[in-house]
C-alpha cells in the first residue's frame, strides 16, 4: 500500500511559497526574502508523519517567473511535457525560466495535489499571469488548490467567502482548480490547517486514501495537543488572577504603633505595586509558555506592558480608620485609594498586553470597579471587573500566538484586530456567570480546593477559547 502522499506548493515568484512553507512546518526552512526567485531548486519537507510508515511531504518549489514566455514555448511544441522536461535552461542566464522549469517538473513528477498560493490583494480581473500558469498546470493533470495568501486583516466569514467567492468565478474556466480556500501565511490559524487537510481529502486518488486519512488525523491530534498545553497554561494564569490577594495590616494597629494614614497608604501602595508586578510576570511567563507550545521564536519580556494598575476589590466590612483612608468609597467610585491609583496614571484602560490588547472592552468590562466583598481581613485582591480583563487578555493572548505565522520571524508585537475583541467579547458574554463564578469561588480562601479551582477555571477558559474560535472559523472541529 502507498506511504507516501505529497503536496506541491506553487506560485508566481514572489508571493510567500517559503514563508508558508515555513509557518505549516514549524521551522525555518529555505530563503524568505522580499524578491524574486530567491528559491531556485524544488525542495522536500515531511509535514507529518505517522508511526507506521505514512508520510505527508510538502515540496517547497521555485516560483513562476516569465510565465508569458514559457506557455508560448509549450504551446510551439509537439509533445510540451517531453520537450520540456528534456530540456535543460541554465539557471544563471534565463533565471526566471529556469525555476518555472523546475516547478512544473516537481508538479508533474511529484505532485499528488497542487497548492496554488495568489496574493489575494490582487484584483483577479487584473492578474494574467494567474491564467496563464493555470493553462501551463492543466498539462499536468493534477488537481490544483488555489489558497488565498497576504489577505490582510482578519475577516468575518461572510466577507472571507466573499473574496473566495471572487476568485472561484474567476477561475470556472479552469477545470483543473477544484477549490479556493485561505490560507494566510502570516496569520492563519491551525483551525484552518485542519479544514485545509479535511478539504485536500476530496480529491486524493482512491489507493491513497486510507494513508491520508491516517496522516489527516494525526495533523489534527499534534495540533489539538498543542491547543490543550496551551489551555493548561492558560487555566494556571487565570486561576492564580481569581486567587491572588494580600493583606494590608489593620489600620487601628497601625494607629496603635504611631502611624497614621500617610503610613497605611504607602502600606496599600506597596501592595499594589506588588500585585501589579506580579501579574506582568505571571503574562511574561505564560506567553513564552505558548510561544514555545507553538514552536515560536522570541520573548514575550519585551511584548508585555504591565496590566492595568488599576482595580482593587476590598473588603466591605473594614474598620472605620482604613475605611476613611479610602475617602469613603462607595459603589465603587471615590476618593483614597481610587484617586491614589488613578492619579498615578493607572486607569481600566491603561496597560497593555502584546502590543494593545486593552482596546474594544465592552459595557461588560466598562465599569472602573473598584468592588468590595465580605470579609474581615482587610485583604485586597482584584476586583472582578479587573479579573474579567485578565480572563480576556488571556484568551487574546492566546490568539495571537495561535495565529502567528512563523514565516514571519521572531515572535513581535501587534495590536488585535477588530474580530478577534468583538468576538473574545462576546464568548465571554455568553459565558459571563460561570466566569464571574470563579472570581468569587477565588476569594474564599479558606475553603478552596486548589485543584478542583484550577480544574474548572480549565474548563471555562477553554470552552470560551473554543468559542472565539467557532466564532471566528465556521468549520471549527474541536471535541
Known amino acids: ?39 531556485d531548486l524544488s525542495e522536500a519537507y515531511e509535514l507529518i508523519s505517522t508511526e507506521d510508515g505514512n508520510e505527508l511531504r510538502l515540496w517547497d518549489t521555485p516560483g513562476f517567473g516569465d510565465t508569458a514566455r514559457l506557455l508560448k514555448r509549450l504551446k510551439q511544441a509537439d509533445k510540451p511535457l517531453g520537450w520540456f522536461v528534456s530540456t535543460v535552461w541554465d539557471r544563471f542566464a534565463d533565471r526566471p525560466l529556469w525555476c518555472s522549469q523546475q516547478a512544473i517538473k516537481n508538479v508533474r513528477d511529484e505532485a499528488d495535489i497542487v497548492l496554488y498560493l495568489i ?16 493553462e501551463i498546470l492543466a498539462w499536468t493533470s493534477k ?84 491547543f490543550e498545553e496551551s489551555m493548561d497554561a492558560l487555566s494556571g494564569l487565570d486561576t492564580s488572577a481569581a486567587t491572588d490577594a494580600q493583606v494590608i495590616p489593620p489600620s487601628s494597629r497601625l494607629q496603635k504603633l504611631g502611624f497614621g494614614r500617610e503610613r497605611l497608604n504607602r502600606e496599600i501602595e506597596a501592595v499594589r505595586k506588588d500585585m501589579t508586578e506580579a501579574i506582568s510576570s505571571r503574562f511574561e511567563k505564560t506567553t513564552d509558555t505558548l510561544l514555545s507550545l507553538h514552536s515560536l521564536e522570541g520573548k514575550a519580556r519585551e511584548e508585555i506592558q504591565d496590566l492595568a494598575h488599576d482595580a482593587f476589590g476590598m473588603p466591605d466590612r473594614v474598620n472605620e480608620s482604613l475605611w476613611a483612608a479610602f475617602g469613603g468609597i462607595a459603589g465603587g467610585a471615590g476618593t483614597g485609594l481610587a484617586a491614589d491609583v488613578l ?29 468590595f466583598i465580605a470579609g474581615s481581613d482587610n485583604k485586597v485582591r482584584w476586583s472582578q471587573g479587573h479579573f474579567l480583563e485578565q480572563f480576556r487578555r488571556a484568551v487574546l ?51 478552596i480546593d486548589p485543584e478542583a479551582l484550577h480544574g474548572r477555571t480549565r474548563k471555562t477558559i477553554r470552552k470560551v477559547t473554543v468559542r472565539v474560535l467557532e466564532k471566528l472559523y465556521l468549520d471549527t472541529r474541536i471535541p
Not at 496574493?119 to 493555470?134: L, R, T
Not at 466573499?162 to 490560507?183: C, G, N, P, S, Y
Not at 514565516?407 to 478577534?420: D, F, H, I, T, V
Open 1 to 39: 500500500m502507498e506511504k507516501l502522499v505529497t503536496l506541491s506548493l506553487i506560485s508566481h515568484t514572489n508571493v510567500g511559497k517559503t514563508t508558508l512553507a515555513r509557518t505549516l512546518l514549524r521551522r525555518d526552512v529555505g530563503q524568505a526574502l522580499d524578491q524574486a526567485h530567491v528559491t
Open 143 to 226: 488537481p490544483v488548490i488555489v489558497l488565498l495568501n497576504q489577505v490582510g486583516q482578519p475577516q468575518n466569514p461572510n466577507e472571507e467567502n466573499h473574496e473566495e467567492k471572487a476568485w472561484r468565478k474567476h477561475f470556472t474556466d479552469h477545470q483543473i482548480v477544484k477549490e479556493v480556500a485561505t490560507l494566510d501565511a502570516y496569520a492563519r490559524c491551525w483551525v484552518q490547517e485542519d479544514a485545509l487537510l479535511r478539504l485536500l481529502g476530496k480529491y486524493i486518488l482512491p489507493e491513497h486514501e486510507k494513508t491520508y486519512q491516517a496522516l489527516s488525523e494525526a495533523w489534527h491530534a499534534k495540533n489539538l495537543a498543542v
Open 119 to 134: 496574493n489575494a490583494s490582487e484584483n483577479p480581473d487584473e492578474s494574467s499571469y494567474v491564467d496563464m500558469e493555470m
Open 343 to 371: 492619579s498615578g496614571g493607572f486607569s481600566f484602560f491603561g496597560g497593555t498586553i502584546l502590543g494593545g490588547l486593552a482596546g474594544g472592552i465592552s459595557s461588560l468590562l466598562a465599569a472602573k470597579g473598584y468592588n
Open 397 to 447: 493572548a492566546y490568539l495571537a500566538v495561535a495565529h502567528f505565522g512563523r514565516g514571519r520571524g521572531e515572535w513581535r508585537k501587534g495590536a488585535p484586530p477588530q474580530l478577534w475583541l468583538e468576538a473574545t467579547m462576546a464568548a465571554i458574554k455568553e459565558n459571563a456567570d460561570v466566569v464571574v463564578e470563579l472570581w468569587k469561588e477565588g476569594g474564599k480562601q479558606a475553603a
